[in-house]
């Protein structure tokens, strides 16, 4: 089956070709089959059907040719279905010619020399003559105006090709014919002068470049350009006559092309500042510069409104017209205008009779900077694919100024022209919320102040989100605030709560066009990119995720189209652009194995790193399977390196442990806990230790792995701890003592005694501290592990100072430095140092106290355990105070509250408040 518009209109089954009837009901299949498999919103459908002729009831008209249609096609498997707001044909793209021929051409772009060939050709053959041969209308005008260029485009492709490969000689005589469509084509003539020539025919060459040569000048009155001259003899070179000075229609009006203002307009000062100073240079400096401003940023971030806005603020300024033009580059109803017809557009604008127009693009542009050299011109191009549809329409002198507004960066434009980039980013809070409270009641937001802030997050201060939920509150003013919030709340239905049955404003068709416009491998990496759980992703975990080592060039290339934003090394994107991209990862082919790589670069990169922090911990990590190929995870060199890999992915991983464990990665789920546990004790984040740590005693239950289930529970207990949950961090640790007695763990079973020790101590209870303390060391002396019994043998020592038995204590905590100097722990040396300080402190022997914290805190500075480091401090500066040394003390606190800076949690808060009463007490 195949629906054909390269020709008259047919639907051709098999050998048969069924009865579409009358020119209507063909004009509306043309539509839709147009864009098969998309909705076409019905006021598009009736505007490219009657245009400027509407009937009296057009959706009434509308019906019956719909209806007769169903009733042919359905026979043939091809459905016109009705969706909110349109109507789609709903067929694969490869079953109409269009898309077909616009598939191959697209797939010869990326194919080598004579799949190119191959493909053109197929592409070409499609066609059957004139595009919508039986139809009429501005629509069809327009569309098979836009098909000719592509047939066109694909011609010349394809003779570029067969030059390169020598055979173009082998489609002389369909170039030639080709001619009589595109009788002023430059490029077209010099293929057919190189063609005959390579065949041998010489004279039909001159003698066609002689007619080309005499249409050129009757038409245009310009003689061929430098290129095709070339192709030419030497006796004919000559330099290019100048185009005819163009005729001006000195009575026609000047145009005022501006769109109307969006209501309302809030915020972005700077950028109205810098525009404002923009418009003070045009006409300053050097001759022959026009003054172009390139407002770029992604779909619905309010380009065109700001770009509307100001160009009605400055239009006095330009007397000799302001002109629009929609270059529909990212168009959800169309394709971006070809640059030739944009330039059409601006010229019929600018009163040019159309009998003057030429049909070459760089005549034509030749001809709109003729017209308007000399003149005060405001030129705003909204809605830009890329530079190169631009730069047709960039006048050639100064006085004028052209605003572009595109989702590409243009960096293009500001290279070679001297553009000013103006980025747009997210509103402010405040003006996001300002947005909000101009198209609603004050009274109706001050009753719902919750629900407003529940409106304005998931927006995220995208304009064009607010802008939908503002409409949407007003368009029901009887509705509580507070359901439509419960609409965006849940993530996977936020898109659909600000969907508004308009393609140019719903949230999903806006991403959609930015989408379609991608190359088909940065498509893949934004499709995968919707896997990641965010809030950012580094260039290595973006290579993994993809299995491509190269997706920096993807990367950069979504950030130019402003899908992703790039800070320090990191990618990131708006919350709605992530849901987007989730969407369409839930389809992709490689979603599994992306996942799994995913999952291997954190797995990894969190293993190495803890082993980092932790070289000598007991009992050692787990290790992870092997890497697989199309895995680069990070292997933070130092300590130091590691401590910043937690901090930047730290998000990352919670949500990862999430994932995992609503996907059945339950193994997965164990190791990363398993991993991740010591930076989150060390930054004091006892909340989030329990969410992972829950989550993987869930999976170690499921998986039946009773030796992960201890592990789990000695996280939880340790983290219970810090949060004051006594009872419960007991009930988590008797249970795993119970399971490394039961299987015979000494080493676990250690661990879960110094675990106990912990607890007891913050229940006051020093002596059961020290007592499972000492069995702790007995259990590491029994198995040899000597780090292990370093550290039982410090708290030894520190429950000793804090029962009053400092000289036990001391004795403890240097056999506890001397271990841990052996076996090279610094995190050992620290705990110890600060034991024996506190020990010495307590006796009065200031002196050697302080001593002692220093060493403390520079091994624990070494260690990368920053917490640590705050802690001794505030003990360094006790003793510095207890010696009579007061300014060193409070230098001494000082810089413990400054380690704490980058600390949250009750644990970071509560440190600070002690700190800032010590230094009270001091003054």
Same mark, same amino acid.
């Given at each position: ?29 043309? @539509? ?13 459908? $009736? ?24 009733? @042919? ?47 053109? =050709? ?87 470049? %002689? ?40 009575? *026609? ?50 380009? !065109?409104?700001?770009? #509307? ?6 239009? +006095? ?69 890329? %530079?190169?549809?631009?730069? &047709?329409?960039?006048?050639?002198? +100064? ?21 000013? &980039? ?7 809070? *405040? ?36 802008? @939908?939920?503002? +409409? ?39 991403? =959609? ?20 759980? +965010? ?85 050692? &990590?787990? @290790?992870?399977?092997? #890497? ?33 464990? !609503? !996907? ?22 006892? =909340? =989030? ?21 201890? $592990? ?88 000793s100072a804090l029962l009053g038995e400092y000289d036990e204590a001391v004795s403890a905590c240097q056999a506890a430095i001397a271990i841990a100097t052996e076996v090279g722990s610094r995190r050992g040396q620290g705990a110890a140092w600060d034991s024996l300080g506190y020990a010495y402190h307590q006796t009065g022997d200031h002196r050697d106290a302080v001593d002692a914290y220093r060493h403390a805190v520079a091994a624990w500075r070494e260690a990368g355990d920053q917490h640590f480091v705050a802690d001794t401090l505030a003990h360094l500066g006790d003793a510095l105070e207890s010696a009579g040394d007061h300014a060193a003390a409070r230098r ?32």
């Open positions: 089956m195949e629906i054909r518009l390269l020709g008259p209109v047919e639907v051709q089954v098999g050998d048969a070709r069924l009865e579409i009837g009358s020119a209507k009901p063909r004009l509306v299949l043309a @539509v839709l089959a147009a864009s098969p498999g998309t909705l076409v919103p019905v006021e598009v459908l $009736m505007d490219r059907v009657w245009g400027q002729e509407l009937p009296g009831r057009p959706a009434a008209t509308l019906y019956p040719y719909l209806s007769k249609l169903r009733k @042919v096609l359905e026979p043939a498997g091809i459905e016109i279905v009705r969706r909110s707001g349109g109507y789609l044909c709903d067929v694969a793209a490869a079953d109409v010619d269009v898309a077909r021929f616009r598939d191959r051409v697209r797939a010869a772009k990326e194919s080598d020399q004579s799949g190119a060939i191959e493909l053109l =050709d197929e592409a070409l053959a499609l066609w059957r003559g004139r595009p919508l041969a039986d139809l009429s209308g501005d629509w069809v005008d327009s569309f098979r105006a836009t098909l000719s260029q592509e047939r066109l485009a694909g011609w010349l492709g394809l003779a570029r090709h067969r030059e390169q490969a020598g055979s173009l000689d082998l489609i002389a005589e369909e170039l030639l014919a080709l001619t009589e469509d595109y009788p002023l084509s430059e490029p077209l003539a010099g293929y057919v002068l190189s063609a005959l020539t390579l065949a041998g025919r010489r004279a039909e060459a001159l003698d066609h470049y %002689a007619g080309l040569r005499e249409r050129l000048a009757d038409e245009l009155g310009v003689e061929p350009g430098h290129e095709l001259s070339e192709l030419h003899t030497n006796l004919l070179r000559s330099p290019p006559a100048r185009l005819a000075e163009p005729r001006r229609d000195t009575t *026609a009006a000047v145009p005022r092309q501006l769109p109307a203002v969006a209501r309302p307009f809030v915020g972005r000062v700077e950028h109205l500042k810098r525009l404002d100073e923009l418009a003070d240079t045009v006409g300053v400096g050097a001759e022959g510069a026009a003054v172009v401003a390139a407002i770029t940023g992604p779909g619905g971030i309010g380009k !065109t409104t700001l770009a #509307v806005h100001w160009a009605h603020q400055v239009a +006095g300024r330009f007397p000799d017209g302001q002109l629009y033009l929609n270059l529909r580059g990212f168009d959800p109803l169309g394709t971006p205008m070809p640059p030739s017809e944009a330039v059409r557009g601006v010229l019929d604008a600018l009163g040019q009779p159309p009998q003057d127009i030429p049909p070459g693009l760089e005549a034509r542009a030749a001809l709109f900077r003729s017209l308007v050299a000399g003149r005060r011109v405001l030129v705003l191009l909204d809605n830009a694919r890329d %530079a190169e549809q631009v730069r &047709p329409m960039l006048p050639g002198a +100064g006085g004028c100024l052209v605003l572009v507004t595109s989702r590409n960066a243009l960096t293009g434009l500001v290279a070679e022209r001297g553009a000013e &980039p103006i980025c747009l980013d997210l509103l402010a809070a *405040a003006d996001a919320r300002a947005l909000l409270q101009a198209r609603l009641t004050e009274e109706r937001l001050a009753a719902e102040p919750t629900a407003v802030d529940n409106l304005l997050r998931p927006c995220g201060g995208l304009p064009l989100a607010l802008a @939908v939920v503002a +409409g949407r509150a007003a368009r029901y003013p009887t509705q509580p605030l507070a359901e439509l919030a419960d609409q965006l709340a849940t993530i996977q239905c936020r898109l659909d709560a600000l969907d508004t049955d308009d393609p140019r404003t719903t949230i999903r068709a806006v991403f =959609d066009s930015s989408y379609d416009a991608l190359e088909p491998e940065d498509q893949r990496t934004f499709r995968l990119l919707g896997l990641h759980p +965010g809030p950012d992703i580094s260039l290595t975990a973006a290579a993994s995720l993809t299995g491509n080592t190269d997706v920096h060039i993807a990367l950069r290339r979504l950030e130019a189209a402003h899908l992703v934003t790039a800070q320090n090394g990191r990618y990131g994107m708006h919350d709605l652009v992530r849901v987007y991209a989730a969407g369409l990862a839930e389809s992709d082919p490689d979603r599994p194995a992306a996942a799994r790589r995913m999952l291997d670069h954190y797995l990894w990169g969190s293993y190495t790193s803890e082993q980092s922090l932790t070289p000598h911990r007991t009992p050692p &990590p787990l @290790v992870p399977p092997p #890497v697989q190929p199309g895995v680069w995870p990070d292997e933070p060199a130092d300590i130091e390196a590691a401590v910043a890999w937690f901090a930047a992915e730290r998000p990352i991983l919670l949500r990862l442990v999430q994932f995992a464990a !609503t !996907t059945g990665l339950d193994a997965a789920v164990v190791q990363l806990s398993d991993t991740f546990g010591t930076s989150l004790w060390q930054r004091k984040l006892f =909340d =989030d230790w329990i969410t992972v740590e829950d989550l993987a005693l869930s999976a170690a239950e499921r998986l039946g792995d009773r030796s992960a289930a201890s $592990m789990a529970r000695q996280g939880f207990g340790r983290a219970c701890i810090g949060l004051g949950r006594y009872a419960e961090a007991s009930c988590h640790l008797e249970a795993s003592l119970e399971i490394a007695r039961d299987s015979g763990d000494p080493v676990s079973e250690a661990h879960c005694h110094q675990l106990m020790a912990a607890l007891h101590e913050h229940q006051l209870d020093y002596a059961a501290a020290r007592r499972h303390a000492q069995e702790a060391c007995e259990l590491h002396t029994r198995v040899g592990n000597a780090a292990g019994r370093g550290g039982s043998l410090n708290q030894v020592g520190w429950f001494t606190w000082r810089q413990a509250l400054d380690t704490l800076a980058g600390f949250a949690g009750p644990a970071a808060v509560q440190a600070r408040s002690a700190l800032a009463e010590r230094m009270g007490a001091s003054r």
